[in-house]
């Protein structure tokens, strides 16, 4: 087993390594691959910390009868209804957008995402759920978004209001 990792790990690094090899102008820029690696982190932080399910858990989570289970899950966020994070080449729900007793999407969630599409893509609002927030007291929207949905809402009105050129 450890004899495995360790040659999944060494082509991991191959990979990443191959893929800087031939762009001067990521690596040459510091900033930059510090960044990349700072969010793969904090995305591989996220799926272990905050989750997110599969299509075909998103169905079993409402009991769903829908004969294919995957489509679901994408005709909810076609609906604009969840949003769905690509992680390790697959399409995953952050958990946190259902609700635990149903099963089905909390409706703030639509709210989020007509504010927030067309600025920000998926992974930087997951992220912005997880990470600390002055207008929420230091709180994340996260911590807020069951105790106070307006708040967390006009949180992301501001913070979107101040990205637009």
Same mark, same amino acid.
């Given at each position: 087993?450890?004899?495995?990792d360790?040659?999944?790990r060494?082509?991991?690094?191959?990979s990443?390594?191959?893929?800087?090899?031939?762009?001067?102008?990521?690596?040459?820029?510091?900033?930059?691959?510090?960044?990349?690696?700072?969010?793969?982190?904090?995305?591989n932080?996220?799926?272990?910390?905050?989750?997110?399910l599969?299509?075909?858990?998103?169905?079993?989570?409402?009991?769903?009868?829908?004969?294919?289970r995957?489509?679901?899950?994408? %005709?909810? $966020?076609?609906?604009?209804k969840i949003? +769905?994070v690509e &992680?390790?080449?697959?399409q995953? !729900?952050?958990?946190? /957008?259902?609700?635990?007793?149903?099963?089905?999407?909390?409706?703030?969630?639509k709210?989020?995402l007509?504010?927030? %599409?067309d $600025?920000?893509?998926?992974?930087?609002l +997951?992220?912005? &759920?997880?990470?600390?927030?002055? !207008?929420?007291?230091? /709180?994340?929207?996260?911590?807020?978004?069951?105790?106070a949905?307006?708040?967390?809402?006009?949180?992301?009105?501001?913070?979107?209001?101040?990205?637009?050129?």
């Amino acid at each position: 087993m450890i004899h495995l990792d360790y040659h999944r790990r060494q082509r991991s690094i191959s990979s990443a390594i191959g893929f800087f090899e031939d762009k001067p102008e990521i690596y040459n820029h510091d900033s930059l691959a510090f960044h990349i690696l700072r969010n793969a982190r904090m995305r591989n932080e996220f799926m272990r910390e905050v989750g997110a399910l599969t299509s075909e858990e998103v169905a079993g989570l409402s009991l769903s009868q829908a004969k294919n289970r995957a489509a679901y899950a994408r %005709k909810l $966020q076609a609906e604009n209804k969840i949003f +769905a994070v690509e &992680f390790q080449g697959e399409q995953r !729900y952050p958990a946190f /957008q259902f609700d635990a007793q149903s099963g089905k999407p909390k409706p703030v969630i639509k709210q989020i995402l007509e504010i927030a %599409k067309d $600025q920000w893509l998926a992974w930087q609002l +997951a992220l912005w &759920f997880v990470t600390p927030n002055g !207008y929420l007291d230091d /709180q994340t929207p996260l911590e807020k978004l069951d105790a106070a949905p307006e708040a967390v809402l006009d949180t992301l009105r501001k913070e979107a209001g101040e990205l637009e050129f």
